[in-house]
């Protein structure tokens, strides 16, 4: 039996795990575990196994503004002023 969440139950959660956002963004899970690092995708962090939470709506919003800024040539220090994190 698969352990992955059908992608029904993704969308109707609240909360998702990044193996999850890279599923809905079409996104590399590389590229999104960079952004979490440079803090741009924020997460909390279940204490019991250590598994980071992203908001579903909130982060699949901000990866594809990320996106957006990728395409427009921004580069990460000019994304993160744009995401209001200088």
């Known amino acids: 039996m698969s352990r992955q969440r ?10 998702v795990s990044i ?5 809905i963004t079409n996104s590399r899970y590389s590229t999104l575990k960079h952004y979490t690092e440079e803090g741009m995708l924020p997460f909390e962090q279940a204490e019991e196994n250590l ?8 982060t699949v ?4 503004w990320i996106k957006e800024m990728k395409t427009n040539g921004l580069s990460i220090p000019q994304m993160k002023e744009a995401l209001g994190m200088n």
């Open 6 to 15: 059908s992608m029904e139950n993704i969308l109707a959660s609240e909360y």
């Open 51 to 58: 598994t980071r939470r992203y908001k579903r709506e909130e």
């Open 19 to 23: 193996g999850e956002l890279v599923r």
């Open 61 to 64: 919003a901000r990866i594809l």
